[in-house]
Nanobody, 124 residues
Framework: QVQLVESGGGLVQAGGSLRLSCAAS????????MGWFRQAPGKEREFVAG????????YYSDSVKGRFIISRDNAKNTMYLQMNSLKPEDTAVYYC?????????????????WGQGTQVTVSS
């Protein structure tokens, strides 16, 4: 089992920045991959970014590429999402997730463990 706890959400003005954290416990992540997803009101959950734990290979959705940076700290077993140049359309609940495969998947059903989510609100 892997337990995930997100933090770092909040209210920010358009153009601002936030950094989300996802602390993992329960198992080592060396052979896994992790992802960030988000869900806005009335919309389906969508992939934002993912990282393969073993070599930090990173992948981004087109909507956040160039603005968001995903990273991980092996010593802290923590994944981060640095969000820059935020837009109102980035407003959503952000979730971190772990898949027990060393592959970053875009589909949320390929992930095995999920955090509780953290709200990000970007005002215009």
């Amino acid at each position: 089992q892997v337990q995930l706890v997100e933090s770092g959400g909040g209210l920010v003005q358009a153009g601002g920045s936030l950094r989300l954290s996802c602390a993992a416990s329960g198992r080592t992540l060396s052979s896994y991959a992790m992802g960030w997803f988000r869900q806005a009101p009335g919309k389906e959950r969508e992939f934002v970014a993912g990282i393969r734990w073993s070599d930090s290979s990173a992948y981004y959705s087109d909507s956040v590429k160039g603005r968001f940076i995903i990273s991980r700290d092996n010593a802290k077993n923590t994944m981060y999402l640095q969000m820059n140049s935020l837009k109102p359309e980035d407003t959503a609940v952000y979730y971190c997730a772990v898949t027990r495969q060393p592959v970053v998947y875009i589909l949320d059903r390929r992930y095995d463990y999920w955090g509780q989510g953290t709200q990000v609100t970007v005002s215009s």
